[in-house]
């Protein structure tokens, strides 16, 4: 602000604050306040550094989410991989079950009908089939193909080998894409005979080595999981046992691409997957990423065997945990930064400018102030006139009807006579209305000081002062209270008149109640009286509403806005609490004087 603006400002305020002469001194303070200092510049450079912190942290928590979330593909990776085998164990000994029930044989309609039961395409994806391999020894071979070759007359078992034994697939389903298979002597190679004999002594479920399945064209990595079966059902307890009472086994060939992809698709993976039998590779994914994020390696046993993971990160998994979140919180802090400082600019000089305005503005306001004053006083003086000037010709009128009504009583018809009493009774109401007009307009310009107030106390000496109808009560709590009590009188006498004079019966009762609370007094005048609509509620506070025709009910309909209104110039509200069925309450909220608790 230039130094004439300055020089106006001075000179404004100079008037406005004669008569206070520490105002100069706290507006120099003001001033000063308004100009940029050290310390903004160092809540600036503390922003800025901050700014750097969170952007560091974050980056930080990014990086650790994201390691997390990679140890989380993996482990769910391996997981999947082991449920899916275990899936397929299971179905596996639900054949041996089957071939348990029947005498440790089956046919191969048995074979094929439970088979189809087990629905392999849809609810075991990335097994080739399922199938039983015979336990065959040199004495029972010619009885065991004549058997087979009573449905399948082209069965042959292959190939040549110098074992004394026989482990030919005897049924495989589906057999169309295993044909290839059938008649396989599992025998003739080592890693599928050594699984064979690991499963017959140790009556569990065994894999095989890496091995190339016959009936794969491409002839990719797979293996055999088989599972034993004995004679007549047999759980034998020793290895001995074992090898004395084997039957056969049930199995099934995985080609482990079709394995991998039926149990994690590819496009569904954000993580690479190496596996590995000792230094055989069985699987690897083809989506890698050149520089992985992340790799880890597990070795996991897989009945029998030790499968080894080698798991990375791929490209995807790069995409989908692209996080920008530092990089924004960076670029946001630096103009988040930038705003603070011009706020602190903007600020300075908005400062400035508040107290040249605020000069002008106190200025007008002291005017103001000094006009609404003499009008309130204007005011003041006028209620008293104008309620003295009513009162007189309304006191000549009172008069004359009383005269009247001496004088001419005899001659005056009966129907004149009731039209003096209503003049009577008018002039009366309209002295009333006087009188609490101006008892209303002087609410508010008094200052009352708290007196120790005792509510039982003081409710009888207003309910014997109003000289109810023999048939009322009321009651009230002994409670001691330190509260303003010309205003406190004033509006609990109006409830307790009102309750009385706005009842429909001749008895009635009259219960006040009381509560501290939040902080406030909580009178609540109960009565048993007509009660009051919630739609009238709002109307039954305002000036000169009653709820009943006039010529019905004694005063000028003020006493409930009065009372509204001395409440509320205490601090106070009042509510009224009734359904319009019966009974009204209500409710006083008297502000606690801190000092008086």
Not at 42 to 49: D, G, N, R, T, W
Not at 76 to 103: C, H, P
Not at 116 to 124: F, G, M, R, W
Not at 136 to 159: C, E, G
Request: glycine share 6%.
């Amino acid at each position: 602000m230039d130094k004439a603006l300055q020089e106006i400002q001075y000179a404004d305020h100079n008037i406005g604050c004669q008569q206070r002469p520490d105002a100069i001194e706290q507006r120099k303070k003001l001033e000063h306040a308004g100009n940029l200092h050290w310390v903004h510049y160092l809540v600036v450079a503390l922003s800025i550094l901050l700014t750097l912190g969170a952007w560091y942290f974050s980056k930080q928590q990014v990086l650790q989410k994201v390691e997390q979330q990679f140890e989380r593909e993996a482990e769910q990776t391996i997981e999947l991989i082991k449920e899916r085998m275990e899936l397929y164990e299971n179905a596996l000994w639900g054949g041996v079950s089957l071939i348990d029930s029947n005498g440790s044989d089956i046919s191969y309609q048995q074979w094929s009908a439970y088979a189809n039961s087990l629905h392999i395409e849809k609810t075991y994806p990335g097994i080739n089939g399922i199938g039983v391999i015979f336990n065959i020894h040199p004495d029972q071979l010619a009885s065991y193909l004549q058997k087979i070759r009573q449905n399948r007359p082209n069965y042959q078992i292959f190939p040549r080998h110098n074992k004394q034994e026989f482990w030919p697939i005897t049924y495989i389903e589906p057999e169309q894409p295993n044909r290839k298979a059938v008649g396989l002597d599992m025998a003739f190679e080592r890693n599928r005979y050594a699984s064979i004999i690991k499963a017959r002594d140790t009556g569990k479920a065994q894999l095989t080595g890496p091995i190339t399945l016959v009936q794969d064209a491409k002839q990719t990595p797979g293996f055999l999981f088989y599972t034993p079966f004995y004679l007549d059902g047999r759980k034998p307890a020793t290895v001995s046992e074992r090898q004395h009472y084997i039957k056969g086994m049930t199995y099934a060939p995985f080609i482990m691409d079709k394995l991998m992809q039926g149990t994690l698709a590819e496009h569904k993976r954000h993580v690479a997957v190496r596996i590995s039998d000792n230094s055989e590779e069985l699987y690897y994914d083809r989506q890698t990423d050149p520089e992985p994020m992340f790799k880890k390696k597990v070795t996991v046993p897989m009945y029998g065997r030790q499968w080894h993971f080698d798991i990375r990160s791929n490209l995807g998994f790069r995409q989908a945990v692209d996080n920008s979140q530092p990089n924004f919180i960076l670029i946001g802090g630096i103009i988040i930064d930038s705003l603070l400082l011009g706020l602190f600019i903007f600020l300075s000089r908005a400062n400035r400018t508040a107290l040249f305005y605020a000069d002008q503005m106190t200025a007008e306001l002291e005017s103001k102030t000094r006009n609404l004053e003499k009008s309130n006083r204007d005011l003041e003086e006028f209620s008293y006139v104008a309620s003295h000037d009513l009162k007189s010709p309304l006191n000549a009128i009172k008069q004359l009807v009383g005269w009247l009504e001496e004088d001419c009583s005899e001659f005056i018809p009966d129907s004149s006579k009731g039209h003096l009493q209503l003049l009577k009774q008018r002039s009366e109401r309209m002295m009333t209305l006087l009188n609490d007009l101006l008892a209303y307009a002087r609410i508010g310009s008094l200052v009352y000081d708290d007196e120790e107030v005792d509510l039982k106390e003081m409710a009888a000496d207003i309910f014997a002062f109003l000289d109810a109808p023999e048939g009322f009560s009321c009651t009230a709590p002994r409670v001691k209270l330190k509260i303003a009590r010309i205003p406190f009188d004033f509006v609990i006498r109006n409830l307790i008149s009102n309750a009385i004079k706005h009842h429909d019966k001749s008895v009635g009762n009259i219960t006040i109640s009381y509560q501290q609370k939040n902080g406030f007094h909580q009178i609540r005048v109960q009565d048993d009286g007509p009660g009051i609509p919630p739609q009238l509620h709002k109307k039954a506070m305002e000036m000169f509403q009653t709820l009943r025709p006039r010529d019905q009910v004694e005063g000028s309909g003020m006493g409930l806005a009065m009372v509204n209104k001395f409440t509320e110039h205490q601090g106070g509200k009042l509510t009224i609490d009734s359904d319009g069925s019966r009974g009204t309450g209500i409710i006083v909220l008297w502000p606690v004087d801190p000092a008086n608790t």
